[in-house]
């Protein structure tokens, strides 16, 4: 059963920085797509970052240029790092395949920025 858990998350002001990581037991991110999902309150869960296999990334609009996603397979781990926050980037913040598998859902990572 793969399980993948979130990290990282936390209360910053407008303009700050986190960094989430999304860890796992086996190499899954070496042979699948890795993404990143958030869900505010009251809307649904989005994208905000996939890495494919070979290493290409896309972002949605509202995260490019601002946030950076990345894998370290030996690790197991998969990282969002996240720069110049805003209070819109608040939400929950989930790893997944890319496309997402729905059992893979873990219990996320609560991010708030707010000053």
């Known amino acids: 059963q793969v399980r993948l858990v979130e990290s990282g998350g936390g209360l910053v002001q407008p303009g700050g920085s986190l960094k989430l990581s999304c860890t796992t037991s086996g190499p899954i991110f070496r042979v699948n797509a890795m993404g990143w999902y958030r869900q505010a309150p009251g809307k649904e869960r989005e994208l905000v970052a996939r890495i494919n296999l070979g290493g290409s990334t896309n972002y949605a609009d509202s995260v490019k240029g601002r946030f950076t996603i990345s894998v370290d397979n030996d690790k197991n781990t998969g990282y969002l790092q996240m720069n110049s926050l805003k209070p819109e980037d608040t939400a929950v913040y989930y790893c997944?395949?890319?496309?997402?598998?729905?059992?893979?859902w873990g219990q996320g990572t609560q991010v708030t920025v707010s000053s």
């Open positions: 997944n395949l890319f496309p997402s598998i729905l059992g893979f």
